[in-house]
């Protein structure tokens, strides 16, 4: 039985499971009240403690673990959806991504220590405008492959792409449905 009162995932440990409550999304709806070791009691659902990538192991707000993670935060979903749509075939952008044999090399792609890595060679958001283009879209998420763009400057991207297609004759990657990827990192309701 991996969860009972008194097991332990990081920083956490379970205390009390609690009523489970109808109303909330079944993926959720197992929840436990937690004890982190910073002394703050949160309620965690259980999928939060396993899934992967990121599962849950503190209570996210511990005085000393002001990481990457927790200061550059949207940066950090923006690059886990990355993850995700280009290694879950359930993600609704799959087929643009990861079914079109687009991927995160395997630096950025490490748990621990990849987006340390994906922060320090993109930098920080430089505003809400701003996404992450490739700015081969036949090429991954890779180093000199990324930068943040506007959706201005991603649409000048992609019609420069089919103009020089039409000059080549290459075959037009753009119209296999290129989508501008999502600025806010997507629906994460919680990390
Ligand atoms: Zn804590």
Same mark, same amino acid.
């Given at each position: 039985m991996q969860f009972y009162a008194g097991a332990k995932f990081g920083r956490l440990t379970l205390r009390q499971r609690l009523r489970i409550n109808p109303r909330i999304s079944p993926t959720i709806r197992k929840q436990w009240l937690a004890d982190c070791e910073c002394g703050t009691r949160i309620t965690v659902p259980e999928y939060y403690l396993i899934r992967r990538p990121n599962p849950k192991?503190?209570? &996210?707000?511990? #005085?000393?673990?002001?990481?990457t993670k927790t200061k550059f935060n949207v940066e950090f979903r923006i690059w886990l959806m990355m993850l995700r749509r280009t290694t879950?075939?359930?993600?609704?952008?799959y087929k643009d991504y990861g079914g079109r044999g687009i991927r995160v090399c395997e630096e950025w792609s490490d748990q621990v220590t990849g987006f340390d890595a994906f922060l320090q060679h993109? &930098?920080?958001? #430089?505003?809400?405008?701003h996404s992450v283009d490739r700015i081969d879209n036949d090429k991954g998420y890779e180093p000199n492959n990324v930068r943040w763009a506007t959706p201005k400057e991603q649409a000048w991207n992609t019609r420069r792409k089919q103009r020089h297609a039409r000059r080549t004759g290459e075959?037009?990657?753009?119209?296999?449905g290129r989508r501008a990827e999502p600025a806010s990192g997507g629906h994460v309701p919680e990390v």
């Open positions: 192991e503190n209570c &996210g707000q511990c #005085p000393d673990l002001k990481t879950n075939p359930s993600h609704r952008s993109i &930098g920080p958001r #430089p505003s809400e405008r075959p037009n990657s753009d119209e296999q």
